[in-house]
């Protein structure tokens, strides 16, 4: 074999070898762009957070919500974290949904348990809020023995905690305490006028009991107490089949249905918006006062009046038909808020208007999720901000 061959051969190997080094190079190039598509993907889908207040641990607080994962627990629980406190959530699911605070799932200040209150709960906080409890008729009417237990033996049970802990501690009461009231507007030196043997009677007893249970516990043990006796709230995340008169409105008037009313419709009602309620309840736990403080928006509108309010604002075509009253229905309902402003320098800021826009929003939003992976979430103002906002992977529903 002749030189000339063995060139030829040998620049033939050395091609051989050159080619299949550059598929090596092309075959890795292509993982490594798989890889870094990957980690994209992956980085996409971690969990966002807003950014939250720093608070150094002379300020930062630890608080208990109980009901965390309901309609107003959730809003309370993203003003407390945005606020920079540690907050632990204690909800059975009965009515809360774990989707009103996925958000904060993950975060180092935030820890959800899920948690009866009819069972003692041993932890270390500083600040209960107290508002675990059904807090519409057809929940607390479902179970009402378990609605007393969780208003009475759940209410120990924090008091208790608060004991031992030394914490201070806000009860959630209700206007219900007033029962269908002779006095109006309602104050909180009205003793009320409650039907103890109807069917309302596991919810306002069991709440007035628990005011109660509030008061001996000051007295005997020196617990610090508060106690918000909150009028009809409404907003983003409430339960779609609550039953309150809100969300039966809002859903009859999206969907065409004929809005219902029970009784005539000149019974009255006063509606606040949740943002301001929470501003409420934060602005008593942090307060000096210790006797039940009502907190509701004093406007009064009649249930008819307001059911034609939420049509024109829907603009739908729905009918409004009447039914008969439901037993031990309250003719009247405004509270007195001169305790609030004097003491809290407190009262509503949202328009019924305003306010009744962004929960319709919400509840049309929510007829559109038809599948388990849809969300329909609600994030409060302060989430503006974030720039990542956008590149969730989530139907949103912003508050604007």
Known sequence: MNSNHLDKISLFVLILIIVYTFQIIYCQEDKIVALEKRIQDL?????????????????????????????????????????GHEVIVADNFFTGRKRN????????NFELINHDIVNP?????????????????????YNPVKTIKVNSIGTINMLGL????RARLLFASTSEVYGDPEVHPQKETYFGNVNPFGPRSCYDESKRVAEAMCYAYAQQEGISIRIARIFNTYGPRMHMNDGRVVSNFVLQALQNEPITIYGTGKQTRSFQYVSDLVDGLIALMNSNYSMPMNLGNPDEYTIEQFATKIKELVGSQASIVYKDPVIDDPKQRRPDIGLAKSWLNWEPKVLLSDGLNKTIAYFRNELLVKHHSNRNVFFPNEWLHLSNINAMNLDKNIEL
């Open 121 to 141: 709960l041993y932890i270390e906080v500083d600040q209960i809020y107290h508002l675990a409890s059904p807090a519409s008729p057809p929940h607390y009417m």
């Open 162 to 165: 608060a004991r031992r802990v």
């Open 43 to 83: 980085e996409a889908r971690q969990q966002q957070y807003p950014e939250v207040t720093f608070l150094t641990y002379k300020d930062r607080k630890r608080i208990l919500v109980t009901g965390g994962a309901g309609f107003v627990g959730s809003h309370l629980v993203d003003r407390l974290m945005l606020a």
């Open 101 to 108: 605070i996925e958000h904060w799932i993950g975060h180092e």
